[in-house]
């Protein structure tokens, strides 16, 4: 599930609690979490409803305008039954403080075991050590870009980085990626691939 970062930050703020969306079946439940730059969204409800019981309410608490502008969005994306999903500003991203947390020996240790582990699971191929290197050498630059360089899709290319992401190694930017600081540190103690 997507949200613009203005409805991030509107749920950042409590000014919005609610989202619509049109799918074949629910995609996320109550109890869920979605991570986003600016925070973890929690997901506190979800239920099916129709459309003629979208009220005014609804659609200012989902951060629109009226009630006819929210429906036009509805129709727009996606097919199926339509969802009113509940949700809860739960807090910053955990994966911002790791960033920002520079690995110990033990650390640097775990990161080596779990990029490993990447690694060994890809049907390609070691990857973790190139994609790291080309951040490093590249940041600020499109993925698609970068993908380019190794041959790969674009889509192919963001699924891994959001793995090394997890791990606190890189960050998204505006445009492209960078090393974070937990990242940087890791990659300049590692021998080179």
Same mark, same amino acid.
């Given at each position: #599930?997507? /949200?613009?970062?203005?409805?991030?930050?509107?749920?950042?703020?409590?000014? %919005?609690?609610?989202?619509?969306?049109?799918?074949?079946?629910?995609? *996320?439940?109550?109890?869920?979490?979605?991570?986003?730059? +600016?925070?973890? %969204? @929690? =997901?506190?409800? *979800?239920?099916?409803?129709? #459309?003629?019981? %979208?009220?005014?309410? &609804?659609?200012?608490? $989902?951060?629109?305008?009226?009630?006819?502008?929210?429906?036009?969005? =509805?129709?727009? /994306?996606?097919? @199926?039954?339509?969802?009113?999903?509940?949700?809860?500003?739960?807090?910053?991203?955990?994966?911002?403080?790791?960033?920002?947390?520079?690995? $110990?020996? &033990? &650390?640097?240790?775990? %990161?080596?075991?779990?990029? $490993?582990?990447?690694?060994?699971?890809?049907?390609? @191929?070691?990857?973790?050590?190139?994609?790291?290197? +080309? =951040?490093?050498?590249?940041?600020?630059?499109?993925?698609? &870009?970068?993908?380019?360089?190794? @041959?790969?899709?674009?889509?192919? /290319?963001?699924?891994? *980085?959001?793995?090394?992401?997890?791990?606190?190694?890189?960050?998204? +930017?505006?445009?492209?990626?960078?090393?974070?600081?937990?990242?940087?540190?890791? *990659?300049?103690?590692?021998?080179?691939?």
């Amino acid at each position: #599930m997507l /949200f613009k970062s203005t409805t991030v930050e509107g749920i950042r703020k409590g000014r %919005i609690t609610l989202a619509f969306r049109h799918w074949p079946k629910a995609r *996320v439940k109550a109890g869920g979490e979605i991570r986003t730059s +600016l925070g973890v %969204i @929690g =997901i506190v409800g *979800v239920d099916s409803v129709a #459309m003629t019981a %979208i009220s005014e309410t &609804d659609a200012r608490k $989902a951060g629109y305008a009226t009630r006819a502008a929210l429906l036009a969005d =509805i129709r727009r /994306f996606g097919n @199926g039954q339509v969802y009113r999903i509940q949700l809860c500003f739960a807090g910053n991203d955990p994966r911002a403080s790791l960033r920002e947390k520079l690995p $110990a020996k &033990d &650390d640097k240790t775990e %990161i080596s075991r779990r990029l $490993a582990r990447l690694d060994k699971a890809s049907p390609n @191929g070691p990857w973790t050590k190139t994609v790291l290197a +080309l =951040i490093a050498d590249h940041p600020a630059i499109r993925a698609a &870009d970068l993908a380019a360089q190794l @041959g790969w899709e674009t889509a192919y /290319f963001k699924i891994r *980085v959001r793995k090394l992401k997890e791990l606190g190694l890189t960050e998204s +930017l505006e445009v492209g990626y960078r090393l974070s600081p937990r990242g940087a540190a890791y *990659v300049n103690a590692a021998p080179r691939a």
